[in-house]
């Protein structure tokens, strides 16, 4: 069974920065396209970011461009969200998924039901 654990979900103030993590134990980056999605409270969830098995593509949702950052870390196996000038409407609950079939990232990005498995999620909380 594929399992995906994130970390580094915190509370920090507006302006500052994250680093979230997601691992992929038993799988290699070029298994999977993975995604970045987050659900704020009454709200549906999106897509916030996406990276290519090869890792050379990424694609980001307007809301986050300039802000988020997409990374990987072969010798990890570990794939990153660098969030900078986080703002309020940045709270959500933030989740990796991975996607083992065709899908590109791009697809991906506005696919969140497509993709085939899922972290429980780190929680991230912007003060005002």
């Known amino acids: 069974e594929v399992q995906l654990v994130e970390s580094g979900g915190d509370l920090v103030q507006a302006g500052g920065s994250l680093r979230l993590s997601c691992t992929t134990p038993?799988?290699?980056?070029?298994?999977?396209?993975m995604g970045w999605f987050r659900q704020a409270p009454g709200q549906e969830r999106e897509g916030v970011a996406c990276?290519?098995?090869?890792?050379?593509?990424?694609n980001y949702a307007e809301s986050v461009k300039g802000r988020f950052t997409i990374s990987q870390d072969g010798a990890k196996n570990t794939r990153y969200l660098q969030m900078n000038s986080l703002k309020p409407e940045d709270t959500a609950m933030y989740y990796c998924?991975?996607?083992?079939?065709?899908?590109?990232?791009?697809?991906?990005?506005?696919?969140?039901?497509?993709?085939?498995?899922w972290g429980k999620g780190t929680l991230v909380t912007i003060s005002s």
């Open positions: 038993g799988l290699t980056f070029d298994d999977y396209v």
């Open positions: 990276i290519s098995r090869s890792g050379g593509n990424t």
């Open positions: 998924a991975v996607d083992l079939g065709k899908m590109s990232s791009v697809q991906a990005l506005r696919n969140d039901h497509g993709m085939d498995y």
